[in-house]
């Protein structure tokens, strides 16, 4: 092992002589990036580093964290069966409103590029806006009351759909469902902004090239010109629509409550809440973080070698 | 005199009002198109514009059933009553205002200078290290805020910053979206206008300043709407105690869950909070369009 590291030193020996050299030269970058890089690496890197080390201690702020191994992890999997409801939850909205989101975005924005540019203006406000209005989703709670008062109830009673009226948030088969719609609004947010301004930005003299080059539809021509040219338009978006659809937690706590009934409609980030800043089991509840970056990771790292391979 | 021509040759040359149609598009698919853009418009429309209308309700029409979508008599009195209450309360409406405007304006004016000095060398420098931190940071946004709060929690209580303003605003600077936004638009910038300014003397201080930032202001805008979004819709619930440091945004939200006898300031609260990121967004959309146009995640 001694004898490998020494020959690695020897053969990169130069590679760092004049890795240094050059680092010596650009002092000023360092300057520059320097504010930043301390900012970014105690309040980003530090505390995922912090976090992965705390999940191996049983700590609670108050005595010092003590050493457990993988004890945390084990509980976590084996013993406690809500983390279980909480994964299944988390996984159920962002299998569903993740990949529908991300399409959606794509979808309208594609549709609006055509349009004449005050139009476009106007719809774009349109799609954002409810991803950036602040808690506007508790109007939701308005739609579905649980009484027959309720808009949605009242509606469908009407109709004679249902002879009673349904508890939306209290009945654990339809909270995830509801939260599902409500977090789908909300869905077309920073990656849809990426797309209309990437789908303005292609060469329109590509699309030229295609008619003559015989594309039949307006199907060939998105598979063909414009998907290859938005690749990382796309790339940024399906970022941003994995890191929301793993982090939900504002609405399901803001519609169903904190704790819902049966915890039907508890996310990772709500146990993590819940053990956090409740409970005050601090290891534990690193312990759910990792997780929860681990899998965010995964799955990004998963989906950006898929989108590489779209219009080839 | 030469104006007058001027205007007369715009007139010649000016675009024709009905755009000749491009090849591959059938009239019926456009139009079923357009049906159901407006169809889906309406229902992304829909909770934003009931809210809007409910805050504009009177109470009698608040509980009114069948509800009517649009406000018969619309009136101003959800929200003189939401002042009403903001002035009632033990910590003055003012200094809720102070605090969420003081946080959002030095959070933002700190991440711009701070990230878009990053970003400028990441850009436009080649120094070891650039491409490896320019990854971690593009990892960095790959996770929640969530994953990051404990950690975040009791290093702040280390540095003493619970429970000051400080401990919203110092990590706002460090946000990896506005320097990745930022970087990528700087990638734009020609190297010739750098490499230009310095044959005239000026260091690295003086290109950052009077060069480049002056063109990139589009990207100025959009770091300052998503930084503003952020901290504006900021509770900070988890880091301050004290009442009169917290955010109106929290101050509004406690009025909203006053229960049903607050059903009219509670709608009205929702316009309030909402009308500034919106108002913000339609404001500058065509800027933070430019410079989402750079965004992509290259590999």
């Known amino acids: 092992m001694k004898e490998f590291f020494h020959k690695y030193w020897v053969m990169r020996k130069f590679d760092i002589s004049v890795a240094w050299k050059k680092a010596k030269r650009s002092k000023n970058c360092y300057l520059f990036l320097a504010p930043y890089a301390i900012l970014f690496a105690m309040f980003f890197v530090y505390p995922v580093i912090a976090s992965i080390f705390y999940s191996f201690t049983y700590y609670n702020i108050l005595e010092a964290p003590r050493f457990l191994g993988l004890q945390n992890y084990i509980s976590l999997i084996l013993e406690d069966d809500i983390f279980l409801t909480s994964i299944k939850n988390t996984l159920m909205i962002a299998i569903f409103t993740g990949p529908l989101g991300y399409i959606m975005s794509f979808l309208f924005a594609w549709l609006i590029n055509e349009l004449p540019r005050w139009v476009r203006s106007v719809a774009v406000v349109v799609f954002y806006a409810p991803s950036i209005a602040g808690n506007c989703y508790v109007i939701f709670s308005v739609f579905f009351r649980g009484d027959a008062y309720g808009y949605v109830n009242a509606f469908l009673q009407n109709l004679g759909i249902i002879d009673a009226p349904i508890l939306w948030f209290i009945n654990p088969t339809y909270m995830l469902p509801i939260c599902m719609v409500v977090i789908l609004w909300m869905s077309l947010g920073t990656g849809f902004l990426s797309f209309v301004a990437g789908l303005q930005g292609i060469d329109k003299s590509q699309y030229e090239a295609g008619y003559m080059d015989g594309i039949k539809n307006r199907w060939q021509e998105l598979w063909y010109i414009t998907l290859p040219n938005m690749k990382p338009m796309l790339m940024f978006g399906a970022v941003m629509s994995i890191t929301t659809a793993f982090g939900v937690c504002d609405v399901t706590m803001a519609l169903c409550g904190y704790p819902s009934t049966d915890y039907a409609a508890r996310t990772i980030v709500t146990h993590l809440f819940d053990y956090g800043f409740s409970r005050f089991e601090m290891g534990y509840a690193c312990a759910i973080a990792t997780i929860l970056f681990l899998m965010m990771i995964l799955c990004n790292k998963a989906i950006q070698s898929l989108l590489r391979r779209v219009g080839t | ?299």
């Open chain 2, 1 to 299: 005199m030469s104006k007058k021509n001027k205007k007369t040759v715009e007139k010649e040359y000016r675009k024709p009002l009905v755009k000749k149609r491009k090849p591959n598009r059938s009239i019926a698919g456009d139009i079923f198109l357009y049906l159901f853009l407006v169809f889906v418009a309406f229902v992304m429309a829909f909770p934003i514009i009931y809210a809007v209308s409910s805050a504009l309700k009177p109470l009698d029409e608040l509980f009114k059933f069948p509800p009517k979508i649009f406000a018969q008599n619309p009136t101003l009195d959800n929200f003189s009553d939401l002042f009403v209450t903001m002035g009632k309360s033990w910590v003055t409406f003012s200094r809720y205002l102070f605090n969420t405007v003081f946080i959002t304006f030095v959070g933002t004016a700190g991440h711009l200078i701070v990230a878009s000095m990053g970003a400028f060398v990441l850009a436009k420098y080649e120094f070891p290290g650039n491409a490896l931190f320019f990854r971690i940071v593009t990892v960095s946004m790959m996770f929640t805020g969530y994953v990051t709060q404990i950690p975040n929690y009791m290093l702040l209580n280390k540095l003493g910053w619970i429970d000051s303003y400080w401990a919203i605003i110092i990590p706002a600077f460090a946000s990896p979206m506005g320097l990745f936004l930022m970087k990528q638009f700087m990638e734009g910038l020609p190297t010739s206008l750098i490499e230009a300014a310095k044959i005239d003397g000026a260091n690295e201080w003086k290109v950052f300043r009077s060069i480049v930032m002056p063109n990139v202001k589009p990207a100025w805008m959009t770091l300052i709407i998503f930084s503003v979004q952020g901290l504006w819709n900021n509770k900070a619930a988890t880091y301050i105690y004290s009442e009169e440091k917290k955010t109106l945004v929290y101050a509004l939200q406690q009025i909203q869950a006053g229960g049903i006898a607050r059903t009219g300031q509670g709608a009205a609260v929702l316009v309030v909070v909402m009308i500034v990121p919106i108002a913000i967004f339609i404001f500058s959309e065509s800027q933070i369009l430019e410079t989402m146009a750079s965004s992509g995640l290259k590999d």
